[in-house]
């Protein structure tokens, strides 16, 4: 059995919701499919690989479009294919790896962050204190190698996708690194912004309670609106990806609280202005 890779979850829980919509159940569709009831859950759950014979059969069977039956196709295909991140599978945990590959397609990122600055929106050098900070016991040998992967997951936002993150006052106020390092900081957040498809919105020491304090988060949403969002939650010892929709709707209307709070956009860059006048 395969480890799900982000791409076979997304097949498997498209193939999913149109079986359900045609309201057969796992074991009418494995029979009319000729496989066994098990080997199906494992499809949709992306722990098993599909061949093209099977899907184009299960297309046929549970009447999925042609413009749909494409993307599910191309999903199969991509699937298994090797990422550019797995260079890096030496020194990558699995958490990370996850969140990497939930990028890969994504085309629109909403992150929120109360203490630190968003890794997508990292310099070198604020990358590098914040990983070494982090965690102080990795090989010297390996640091450049963990910022040349951070630094190649910002690629994503010059191939057109769209961040929103939100980030605490204390992100932009603290000096990681020292006022030289933050100062580059925070002028390549204004340049990033003014560059790309991103929006920073910030909450000030002055906002209220609200849904995500104490917490962060990244919602991540593909380009098909067929394809399920997903949540991924990383804590000091444990990490998360969430795909229920319940679980979603949560983390959404977290979302939308703590940008219920923060400064708007412009006034954001404001802030953002003031503070490194500060640092001159």
Same mark, same amino acid.
């Given at each position: ?6 791409? $076979? ?14 309201? !057969? $159940?796992?074991?009418?569709? *494995?029979?009319? !499919? ?5 080997? @199906?859950?494992? #499809? ?39 990422? @550019? @991140?797995?260079?890096?599978?030496? #020194?990558l945990s699995e958490a990370v790896q996850m969140l990497i590959e939930l990028e890969a397609d994504a085309s629109w990122i ?9 890794? %997508? !929106? ?5 990358? /590098? ?18 910022? /040349? ?13 769209? %961040?929103? *993150? #939100?980030?605490?006052?204390?992100? #932009?106020?603290?000096?990681? &690194? ?19 498809? =991103?929006?920073?919105?910030? =909450?000030?020491?002055?906002?209220? *309670?609200?849904?995500?304090? &104490?917490? $962060?988060? =990244? ?9 399920? /969002? *997903? =949540? ?6 444990? @990490? ?9 709707? $949560?983390?959404?209307?977290?979302f939308a609280s703590v940008q219920s709070q923060a400064l708007t956009p412009r006034k954001s860059l404001d802030l953002i ?8």
């Amino acid at each position: 059995m395969m480890r799900p890779t982000v791409r $076979s979850r997304r097949l498997g829980a498209r193939l999913g919701t149109y079986r359900r919509q045609s309201g !057969l $159940s796992g074991t009418d569709l *494995a029979a009319q !499919l000729g496989m066994h009831q098990a080997t @199906w859950s494992k #499809i949709e759950s992306g722990k098993t690989k599909i061949s093209p014979p099977a899907l184009a059969l299960a297309v046929d069977t549970l009447h999925i479009p042609t413009g749909v039956a494409d993307q599910l196709e191309a999903l199969r295909r991509k699937a298994d294919e090797p990422g @550019w @991140w797995q260079d890096y599978g030496d #020194i990558l945990s699995e958490a990370v790896q996850m969140l990497i590959e939930l990028e890969a397609d994504a085309s629109w990122i909403r992150t929120y962050e109360g203490e630190v600055i968003p890794g %997508l !929106l990292q310099t070198h050098d604020y990358a /590098e204190r914040v990983i070494t900070a982090v965690a102080p016991h990795i090989r010297v040998a390996d640091i450049d190698r963990y910022l /040349e992967l951070r630094m190649k997951r910002q690629k994503r936002l010059s191939e057109g996708m769209r %961040l929103t *993150a #939100i980030v605490g006052e204390a992100a #932009i106020r603290q000096q990681v &690194g020292g006022p030289a390092i933050m100062y580059d900081q925070l002028r390549h957040i204004v340049r990033v912004v003014r560059e790309h498809d =991103v929006t920073v919105q910030v =909450v000030p020491f002055t906002a209220d *309670a609200h849904a995500a304090l &104490g917490d $962060s988060f =990244v919602v991540i949403q593909w380009p098909d609106e067929a394809d399920p /969002e *997903a =949540v991924y939650v990383d804590g000091v010892t444990s @990490w998360t990806v969430h795909e229920r929709d319940g679980v979603i709707r $949560s983390y959404l209307h977290a979302f939308a609280s703590v940008q219920s709070q923060a400064l708007t956009p412009r006034k954001s860059l404001d802030l953002i202005h003031d503070v490194i006048k500060e640092l001159r």
